[in-house]
């Protein structure tokens, strides 16, 4: 039987090398990773759609024998789980770092100024607190020297959900920033409409600010080898 590649999808901002501490650790525990560095997001099409990230999501997972475990993080969460609607037989589980997926008609990541059609990094005022708070000074100029600006096409597109057998693709929530009783209790609240109606969500705890692929790779990697 095939092992199920890895296929990692990193959050707003960032290219495939956010995933090369833990594509490492993944490999030395013999995993098979696949970073993914998303159109607009590291090639320098700034003209890049949503629906040109979901192609390319797709296709890695396309490209491979046997199943996909799709990792998204942060507002890619939804990309992840657009990966599991557009192939829920091919997808053997989702795995969400930091997020959550946005439901059916709703905007993808419109969440920052627009600005000569990109989104920019806002700068690290928005993520004051526990988001960044393992982030050190060289750490945080590191990210915001590299950070890709998110083309227009991508953050203020519309989420197109399809396939009711998305429900059946197992969830992992690796809660960084939250807890996994906090994010049990938005779910049952009702705050998380798409995971409320997934047949099996398990939650995972990990000890880092929102991007612990950054400051957590071998943890991180521990729990996606796992999953």
Known sequence: MTEEQIVLVGGL???????????????KRGRHAVPVTLPGQGDGNTSATLADQVAAVLAAVDAAPGGSVVVGHSAVCTLAWLA?????????????????????????ADFFPIVDGVMPFPGWEPFDG?????????????FTAAAIPVPEGVARGLVQLTDERRFDVPVVVVCP?????????????????????????DL???????????TRPAELAMILATV
């Not at 901002?13 to 490999?27: K, N, P, R």
């Not at 997020?99 to 993808?108: A, L, M, V």
């Open 204 to 214: 995972v705890d990990i000890d880092s600010g929102h991007w612990p692929m950054i």
């Open 13 to 27: 901002w960032l290219d495939g090398s956010a995933w090369t501490g833990v594509a490492a650790e993944l490999t």
């Open 130 to 142: 526990a988001d960044a708070a393992d982030l050190d000074e060289p750490a945080r100029q590191a």
């Open 84 to 108: 599991a609607d557009a192939r829920p037989g091919r997808v053997a589980r989702v795995v969400l770092i930091g997020g959550f997926p946005s439901g059916n008609g709703q905007p993808y």
């Open 177 to 201: 920033e939250f807890t996994p009783t906090q994010a049990r209790e938005w779910i049952a609240a009702g705050e998380v409409p798409e995971l409320a109606r997934a047949k099996q969500v």
